[in-house]
């Protein structure tokens, strides 16, 4: 069974840090892309990053020159490094697991940031 399982969340003051972790169980595939989303009660999830197993990155809009994305493919470890946080990146952090960068199938429960001014 495929299990993700983020951690890292909390409450920070606007232009503080936090990293973020997701780690993923019971999948062994050697190619596969994981990625951040996340999501505001009542809006829709926003893309944040991804990154695959080639190494490619990708970054939404509102987060491009804040936030880092990495994956240690050894320990299947998503990491997202968030600094100069602001209020707006107040949301449901979590994870997914693809195939593919544009075939998600598996997501963590998440984990709560909130960015306070």
């Known amino acids: 069974e495929v299990q993700l399982a983020e951690s890292g969340g909390g409450s920070v003051e606007s232009g503080g840090s936090l990293r973020l972790s997701c780690q993923a169980s019971?999948?062994?595939?050697?190619?596969?892309?994981m990625a951040w989303f996340r999501q505001v009660p009542g809006e829709e999830p926003q893309f944040v990053s991804s990154?695959?197993?080639?190494?490619?990155?990708l970054y939404g809009d509102s987060v491009k020159g804040r936030f880092t994305v990495s994956l240690n493919n050894a320990e299947n470890t998503l990491y997202l490094q968030m600094t100069s946080l602001k209020p707006e990146d107040t949301a449901m952090y979590y994870c997914?697991?693809?195939?593919?960068?544009?075939?998600?199938?598996?997501r963590g429960p998440g984990t709560q940031v909130s960015v306070v001014s």
């Open positions: 019971g999948y062994t595939a050697s190619r596969y892309c």
């Open positions: 990154v695959d197993t080639d190494g490619t990155t």
């Open positions: 997914r697991l693809g195939f593919a960068c544009d075939y998600y199938f598996e």
